[in-house]
């Protein structure tokens, strides 16, 4: 599986049904409601036909879920793996941010660093993993760094990219006010990138996802990993896709909750625009 | 065929004059091309003087080298008798392309400056507020830039620039960036201002009829490299309405001496 995620396909979900609703379109909310009525109808009628004996419906997929969540197993699962991935992507967003900030203000800093994250953007992460099994085992610290070696080139690499862009003119004027070395980077940089820098925070956390879920998946079984394979080897199809649906749509939460604090804190001149 | 209006004055040193910038022998070379070669320049203080020429000559270059934000090869800036190679709070300047902050209101960006300074929020807001209602913007204070027009952000940079309490205001070409309308109106308001103030500018401009239109003393430079060629006094009644200025007679006459001057650099 690629590490690298386009930030369309990551908030792919919300994008259904858009066309058909022309003369509603200043009702977002309706329109929205309409989206998911849409995609959980043809998915209904989809597992009716049915596409495939593995495939459930829509309604049985939600009945798997309750149930699920009734009898405490999906709550268990997701306790186990919310804390490598939060640990992961908290450290990914904060050393990431802080290396790339570090490459785009310091030439050595850049020489030393930015090729072993190019090439570890360009290499097929998920084949490091069963090596990190090896070093580190399988317990927390082979997931969180499974969650990190995915989730960090992303949040470095476009960190540095958006500090080396950065105005020269907004600089230039900091500097005609007197602003000092930290100044420039705390009120102009930080905020002129921000919005690259979050683009990067977004698919850093998605690949964090991928990486949680790739780690439980091959190396320790536990978690929501562990839930897909077990249902998925006691034939429980519907539980199956009802713990996968949870992540997508957890995941999914996750990157709308991100946006939020972007424009909340960061940029707020986007806010409705 | 001389002006009796305009009064040339010898490029080399002048008389008892109150400067507040003093140039000296400042050089400045990009690669092979030399930009500026040895100015020599005095601004005299509580005016506005215009550094006019054809792009390449040096201006904008000259004007940065004055702000401290660009190192010359040779020579030395010296304001209100020290010497200076930074920026400093003697000096604020007005950027070509506004360099607002675009995630902040026209409040904020107008007491930028003060920010950097560390001043307390309620003073430097009470200060922005009142040079946001100088030039003109009072209402536009919880704007965001990308909701105003050309003129209307330059405006904040003025005031920007204002709120700092600087001796020296240096423009780079501030008006090439607004619309002609807009451009017109601000000439007038900087004259209304200019008298308000009592502050020394410095400003670059390729327009002639801008530079006769507002400046106390024009600089014009030549090309290729950057020299002094000429300094001018347009001796115009600015007391009057802006309107007549543009009709003129001396107006008219100081332009087109200027153009006369300036068109053997065109190309």
């Known amino acids: 599986m690629a590490s690298v995620r386009t930030e369309g396909e990551a908030l792919g979900l919300a994008t259904i049904g858009r066309g058909e609703a022309r003369s509603w379109e200043n009702n977002p909310t309706l329109l929205r409601l309409v989206s998911v009525i849409l995609f959980a109808g043809i998915w209904q009628i989809a597992g009716m036909i049915p596409v495939s004996f593995a495939f459930p419906t829509f309604f049985e997929t939600v009945t798997a879920l309750v149930s699920m969540i009734a009898d405490g197993s999906l709550p268990k699962a997701y306790l186990s793996t919310l804390q490598p991935l939060l640990l992961g992507v908290i450290l990914s967003a904060f050393l990431g941010v802080g290396i790339g900030t570090l490459c785009g203000l310091w030439r050595p800093g850049e020489w030393l660093m930015i090729p072993i994250f190019i090439v570890l953007q360009a290499a097929p992460v998920a084949a490091f993993i069963p090596m990190v099994t090896f070093i580190y085992g399988i317990g927390m610290t082979a997931k969180t760094l499974a969650v990190m070696i995915l989730a960090l080139p992303v949040i470095v690499l476009n960190t540095y990219k958006a500090v080396r862009n950065v105005n020269v003119s907004l600089i230039a004027m900091c500097k005609s006010f007197l602003g000092t070395r930290w100044q420039i980077v705390s009120k102009i940089i930080l905020p002129d990138a921000s919005p690259v820098i979050f683009a990067g925070l977004r698919l850093g956390v998605a690949a964090g996802f991928v990486g949680v879920v790739l780690a439980e998946l091959l190396i320790t079984p536990t978690g929501i990993g562990d839930l897909i394979t077990y249902h998925r080897s006691r034939a429980n199809y519907a539980e199956m896709y009802a713990t996968i649906a949870s992540i997508i749509a957890l995941s999914t939460l996750t990157l709308v909750a991100l946006q939020w604090v972007e424009s909340r804190v960061f940029r707020p001149e986007k806010r409705g625009a | ?267």
């Open chain 2, 1 to 267: 065929m001389r002006n009796a209006t305009l009064r040339k004055v010898p490029t080399e040193q002048p008389a008892m004059m109150d400067s507040i910038v003093e140039v000296r022998g400042i050089s400045k070379s990009y690669g092979n091309v030399e930009a500026l070669r040895s100015i020599d320049l005095d601004f005299p203080r509580g005016k506005l003087t215009s550094l006019l020429g054809p792009s390449g000559c040096g201006k904008t270059t000259l004007l940065k080298i004055i702000a401290g934000l660009i190192e010359p090869d040779g020579g030395k800036v010296s304001v209100n008798g020290r010497e200076v190679s930074k920026p400093g709070p003697e000096r604020a300047f007005v950027f070509q392309d506004f360099a607002l902050l675009p995630w902040a209101t026209v409040l904020r960006n107008v007491a930028f400056g003060l920010e950097l300074r560390g001043r307390p929020v309620a003073e430097r807001e009470k200060v922005a507020r009142h040079y946001i209602a100088e030039v003109g913007l009072s209402g536009f204070e919880d704007k965001y830039p990308h909701e105003l027009s050309g003129g209307m952000r330059q405006r904040v940079g003025l005031a920007r620039a204002l709120s700092v309490d600087a001796d020296v205001l240096l423009l780079d070409e501030p008006f090439s960036a607004v619309d002609e309308q807009n451009r017109r109106k601000f000439q007038e308001d900087l004259i209304r201002l200019r008298t308000n103030q009592n502050k020394t500018f410095i400003f670059v401009t390729h327009s002639i009829e801008e530079a006769v239109y507002i400046s106390d003393r024009i600089v014009l430079l030549s090309p290729r490299p950057g020299r002094v060629s000429q300094i001018i006094e347009p001796e115009i009644d600015r007391s009057v309405d802006p309107d007549r200025i543009h009709r003129d007679k001396h107006y008219l006459d100081t332009v087109e001496e200027i153009w006369q001057g300036l068109k053997q650099y065109v190309d």
